[in-house]
């Protein structure tokens, strides 16, 4: 009989993980509160207790190819990057293509997820749900929490005096949904990240003044990225990451600095990153250094005090008449349907093995797919965890024991400050390529570079040269996708094509010299791959 798993919400990371369930022959029952797939993705104009929550106006900032499950590519009209209802439309197509939905029990909350009494033997778990007001208690082999880390808004009341007496509206971004009715108002947005910056760029075509406030800065970037391909495709390849890898960690910051800061100057615009040595994620905003640039948008320090109709900033300066507040401030995340035996969370952290599994378990029957921050798309990452999740509850791939995967916990958690700092914003935070490898070795789905040039070298060029796309994962090992290969060598065709809506004379140069920048590409495989057997 096929073991059960209990999924736990129906977005992004909860229907790859149905899928994967599926795929490894699980039975999966997933647990849905609201009416509908799409978790984040699925707008609505009002918040709801419990559901992640979006502005209408929402667009990835990731592009198609590189955020689509590793099976199933977006159609290739769509766009490079995606309206929050284009992506919904997609995740819908993903449910259909693979009749997903009957798996999905909707208007259904989780209550609870307890150990069975016998758990050190056979690793179940009692679920209770509700649904109409009714409880329903059920057994299952397997859980995967699905339910992301953007639910619970967080804003540090106490690092703000004053704001308890302030006759201004205030709330968390959480709670914003449109520009509409803040005409002739001034607001503070305060945050750097990219819900603060969409925010007060929107807001600042309505609004009489808008503030951002920031403590720390943030590098920011453009979607449209060398020869106007999307930044994804150009900056996730094996070759740069080979390259970001092998340079001494001074030399990396500096090279990382200037590329920032080749679009615009961000100390001329009050944006520069307080600790430069950090590699923070960069916000991504096309329109952000225009608005300042018209005065539309000013960039302020962050605010040290509030009165009842004032914003006092950390360098003395005031705005008065303030009307509106946005805290921008990010979001906490936990786990109250277990107890904090099974993941206890800290400061933000959640002790888990490479970010999924809990290490003191008795038996590996527990996994939580998406609660990371990938510098890249979350959603082949969130893929791999569901398919190495289910690989290990079945028993094909076994996890080490408890002191290595506390050891590897401490280890991640070191780097991750050196990269990224102390901050509870980056708490979450992971590489992009190397912690795909990682999962994809956990169900024997990475790809031999090596093996693959003398048997395809074009596609080996091309996945070492080109973009590092989920289709990478299904070339080999359990659930290898036939499709996998054209898809890698046709995703150049399908980025161009819902920009080349005009038909224009081909003007490629095929010259002496585009032949020998390929000679000379081979040449730099050849010595990148001696380089990392070293």
């Not at 590098?219 to 740069?240: A, I, K, Q």
């Not at 030399?251 to 923070?280: C, D, I, S, T």
């Amino acid at each position: 009989m096929a073991k059960r798993v209990a999924v736990i919400g129906s977005g992004v990371s909860g229907l790859t993980s149905i899928k994967s369930c599926l795929d490894e022959g699980l039975q999966p029952t997933c647990f849905e509160r609201s009416d509908d797939i799409g978790g984040l993705w699925r707008f609505k104009e009002k918040v709801e207790e419990g559901r992640a929550s979006i502005y209408q106006s929402v667009f990835t900032n990731s592009s198609k190819e590189m955020s689509c499950f590793s099976d199933f590519p977006m159609p290739e009209h769509f766009p490079n990057f995606l309206h929050n209802t284009r992506f919904l439309e997609y995740l819908k197509l993903y449910a259909k293509r693979f009749d997903l939905l009957k798996y999905i029990r909707f208007k259904t909350t989780v209550i609870s997820v307890r150990k069975c009494q016998d758990f050190s033997t056979t690793g179940q778990w009692v679920v209770v749900t509700e649904s109409d007001g009714k409880q329903e208690s059920t057994m299952f082999d397997a859980v995967m929490v699905c339910m992301g880390h953007h639910i619970e808004s967080f804003i540090p009341m106490q690092s703000f005096p004053g704001i308890e007496k302030f006759k201004g509206q205030y709330f968390h971004s959480r709670e914003y949904k449109g520009p509409e009715g803040f005409q002739g108002k001034t607001v503070v947005v305060i945050g750097m990240g990219n819900s603060a910056s969409d925010i007060a760029v929107e807001l600042c075509q309505r609004a009489k003044r808008v503030f951002i406030s920031t403590r720390g800065g943030s590098w920011v970037m453009s979607r449209v990225y060398d020869n106007g391909y999307p930044w994804d495709t150009v900056f996730h390849t094996r070759f740069s990451n080979l390259i970001r890898s092998i340079q001494p960690w001074p030399l990396l910051k500096w090279v990382y600095e200037q590329k920032m800061n080749q679009w615009f100057n961000h100390e001329n615009y009050g944006l520069v990153p307080q600790n430069r040595a950090l590699m923070k994620e960069p916000v991504f905003n096309d329109d952000l250094p225009s608005r300042i640039l018209c005065g539309s948008v000013m960039v302020k320090p962050i605010v040290k005090e509030f009165t009842e109709t004032a914003a006092i900033f950390e360098d003395g300066t005031m705005e008065e008449n303030v009307d509106v507040v946005i805290f921008a401030t990010g979001y906490s995340f936990s786990f109250p349907f277990l107890e904090q035996s099974v993941i206890k969370v800290e400061n933000n952290e959640a002790a888990l093995y490479k970010h999924v599994f809990p290490p003191t378990l008795e038996k590996p029957t527990l996994a939580v797919i998406g609660l990371i921050q990938p510098l890249g798309p979350i959603m082949p990452n969130a893929e791999l965890q569901a398919r190495w999740a289910t690989r290990v509850f079945k028993g094909l791939t076994e996890l080490p024991s408890e002191s290595t995967m506390m050891t590897d916990i401490v280890k991640r958690k070191e780097k991750r400050i050196k990269w990224f700092g102390t901050s509870r914003s980056q708490t979450l935070q992971t590489d992009h390529i190397e912690y795909l490898d990682e999962l994809a070795e956990g169900s024997d789905a990475r790809p031999r570079i090596l093996p693959l040039l003398l048997k395809d070298p074009k596609l080996a060029l091309t996945i070492y040269f080109g973009p590092c796309s989920p289709f990478q994962f299904r070339l080999t090992g359990p659930g290898k996708w036939d499709g996998a290969r054209n898809a890698i060598l046709t995703q150049k065709a399908r980025i161009i094509k819902p920009t080349r809506t005009r038909v224009v004379r081909d003007s490629s140069n095929h010259s002496l010299v585009s032949f020998l920048l390929k000679i000379f590409g081979l040449l730099a495989l050849f010595a990148a791959i001696f380089v990392s057997l070293q």
